[in-house]
């Protein structure tokens, strides 16, 4: 990428998913690089859901 600006990692996955944690060091060792994350931050559970969300999702009527 000869015109590149910045080089950035960029997951959907929490910090603590997807491939960043393996990568981030990977990156390191193979090129010296230390991309800064741009994703969600960490999270205790594998799926998030809005609790503004979640009321509305609920009493959705089912499709017939």
């Known amino acids: 990428y000869p015109g590149e600006r910045e080089l950035v990692w960029a997951q959907e996955e ?3 998913a997807g491939a960043w944690q393996h990568m981030a060091i990977s ?3 193979a090129f010296g690089w230390e991309l800064p994350y741009i994703g969600r931050s960490a999270s205790s559970t594998p799926a998030g859901v809005s609790t503004m969300l979640a009321p509305r999702r609920t009493k959705r009527p089912a499709a017939s």
Do not use: A, G, S, T
């Open 27 to 29: 990156l390191i060792d």
């Open 14 to 16: 929490p910090r603590n």
